[in-house]
Structures are given as structure tokens and as C-alpha cells.
């Protein structure tokens, strides 16, 4: 089977801006959770969609959102970039009920 | 609140030698499951070993073991017959039986050394 997979690998915005990131999971996989990894901050959970719709979302501000579609890709959306927002942006996908997050490869994301 | 404490920032070994990296958590559920993730410089997130928290016994993937202590809140991982590709940045991640939030500890960089 294909791992995760996340599009694009890297991605310069400019402050302000807006910028969608998208993850496709393992097949069969029905949950798709999102990270944000920051060397200040570590790694941290955006949120979690299940069969579309969103179980679990963290402590982030309105301008991260995200969505999952019919097939199970997932996208999330970051509008109004800021500095702060460069991060490496992981996606994660697993069975229903299972513990198992399986990661995809991230997308760097960097903030001019 | 929960957390994830790995008080090592670094740890280094040399090749074929065993090393244990240490990881505490503070919850108040009673059901949950405990990992730790290895990301190598590639940064992909890699699983090395699971644990429910439920099963007394400790989990065992080949040169990968844990000690659970639930008692203690304590999840270390022992590497045994340390490789140079086991160098990397390990992570212990704690997870909730209810929800789907992944929560992680700041990470331990492990060196191993020829």
C-alpha cells in the first residue's frame, strides 16, 4: 500500500497570504489528523476528520481550518499568514478506532 | 491538563550498545495507548512501538522494547544493539482511548556513534 502522502513538500508564502495544504491518507485509512511542528513549540494537533467531518480541532486560532472530502483526502487552510505560522505541517491517517497514526512526509511551509 | 515529559534533549551511544531514552506523562484517564516515534533528518514520522495501556506485559518490536510503569505514569524505551541509522529524533506520544489527539513529548535526539 502507499504511505501518506502530502502536497506540496515545500512552499514559500508572503505574510498575509493564504495557503492550502493537502494529504492523501493510506488506503482504506477514514480519519486524517493534522501537526504543526515547530522548534518552539514542538509538535501540536490541529485537528482530526473522520468521514468528513471534524472530530477534534486544537488550541489554534479561525485561520487554520481544514476539511476532508468523500475519498478521504484531507486539505487544510491557513489564511492571514504570519511569521509565526512557518512550520513544518505533518498529516497523519489511520483505521477507525485503531491507535495507529501513520505520517506523511510534511510540507515545510516558510513565511516571508 | 496531559502531558508528555521527556527530560532527555539529547542522548548518544555507540554502535552496538544499548541505550534507554525516558519519558513521563501526567493523565488522569485510565485508558489510553503510548508510543514512540522515531524522525529521522528526512523529518518523516516514523512509528517504532505501541503500547495499550490496558496490557500488563511491555511491547517488543525486534532491537525496540519499552518499560511501562503505569503506576509511575513512566514509558522508557530501550534500544539494544544500537545501529547508526537508529540516529535520530525519537518522540513518545500519548493518546487518549477517546479521542484522536496525539499528544507528543518534546522529543530526545539520539546520536549513535561507530
Known amino acids: 500500500k502507499a504511505g501518506v502522502t502530502q502536497t506540496p513538500r515545500y512552499l514559500i508564502k508572503t505574510r498575509g497570504q493564504q495557503v492550502t495544504l493537502s494529504c492523501s491518507p493510506i488506503s482504506g485509512h477514514r480519519s486524517v489528523s493534522w501537526y504543526q511542528q515547530t522548534p518552539g513549540q514542538g509538535l501540536q494537533f490541529l485537528f482530526e476528520?473522520?468521514?468528513?467531518?471534524?472530530?477534534n480541532k486544537g488550541n489554534f486560532p479561525g485561520r487554520f481550518s481544514g476539511r476532508q472530502f468523500s475519498n478521504s483526502r484531507s486539505e487544510m487552510n491557513v489564511s492571514t499568514l504570519e511569521l509565526g505560522d512557518s512550520a513544518l505541517y505533518l498529516c497523519?491517517?489511520?483505521?477507525?478506532?485503531?491507535?495507529?497514526?501513520?505520517f506523511g512526509p510534511g510540507t515545510r511551509l516558510t513565511v516571508t | 491538563a496531559q502531558t508528555v515529559t521527556q527530560s532527555q534533549p539529547e542522548m548518544s551511544v555507540q554502535e552496538a550498545e544499548t541505550v534507554t531514552l525516558s519519558c513521563t506523562y501526567d493523565t488522569s484517564e485510565s485508558d489510553y495507548y503510548l508510543f514512540w516515534y522515531k524522525q529521522p533528518p528526512s523529518r518523516q514520522m516514523i512509528l517504532v512501538i505501541r503500547q495499550e495501556a490496558y496490557k500488563q506485559q511491555n511491547a517488543t518490536e525486534n532491537r525496540f522494547s519499552v518499560n511501562f510503569q503505569k503506576a509511575a505514569k513512566s514509558f522508557s524505551l530501550k534500544i539494544s544493539d544500537s545501529q547508526l541509522g537508529d540516529a535520530a529524533m525519537y518522540f513518545c506520544a500519548f493518546r487518549p482511548a477517546n479521542t484522536d489527539k496525539l499528544i507528543f513529548g518534546t522529543g530526545t535526539r539520539l546520536q549513535v556513534f561507530p
Open positions: 497523519a491517517s489511520s483505521l477507525a478506532g485503531q491507535g495507529i497514526r501513520y
Open positions: 476528520y473522520f468521514s468528513e467531518t471534524q472530530r
